[in-house]
């Protein structure tokens, strides 16, 4: 099966009410709390992107499908924690809308992600996934990232596992 054609993009303001919308979805939500964010989360969530892409070569991506609709985002940014987790690492991470789901297009926008991150000189990612996301744990493994530590999330309680994949020789 040939990789499907996505498309990655600095996300927009519109793109807001875009994420807002794909993600309002219990089983999309399900890893990440359960319900999707007010609108103002994303509305924040998008611009803290704008800036990661403006100094750091990279961001949280709008994830644009085969037809040119919003399908999530795909991407990396600093791990955003202090206190538990891979601090001082930079995550990579993807979540899309739930038609979007089967098709592939987690898998190629990560491995876009990872060409972007090698250009923009990020020597080492992490992906942090739900010790229950079996569709997320099967897309790092595809990348070819390895199982490191996990540790239980503080708010939810649910264990999280640490994957890590070295970008250079």
């Known amino acids: 099966m040939s ?4 498309q990655l993009r600095v996300p927009t303001d519109e793109d807001a009410l875009a994420w807002h919308h794909v993600f309002d979805d219990p089983e999309v939500m399900e890893f990440f709390g359960g319900t999707s964010a007010e609108l103002s989360v994303y509305e924040e969530l998008t611009a803290r992107q704008r800036r990661h892409d403006a100094e750091r070569g990279y961001c949280l991506w709008t994830l644009l ?7 999530g985002f795909t991407g990396a940014q600093p791990w955003p924690h202090t206190s538990f987790g891979p601090v001082g690492e930079i995550e990579i991470g993807w979540r899309l809308a739930r038609t979007a789901w089967g098709r592939g297009y987690a898998t190629a926008a990560a491995h876009l992600t990872l060409d972007r991150l090698r250009t923009a000189g990020v020597d080492r990612v992490v992906a942090v996934i739900d010790s229950c996301n079996e569709r997320s744990i099967a897309v790092a493994r595809r990348l070819g990232m390895e199982r490191a530590e996990g540790f239980t999330r503080p708010r939810s309680g649910r264990q999280g596992l640490c994957f890590r994949l070295e970008l250079t020789p």
């Open 3 to 6: 990789a499907p054609r996505i």
């Open 65 to 71: 499908g085969e037809d040119g609709g919003v399908a």
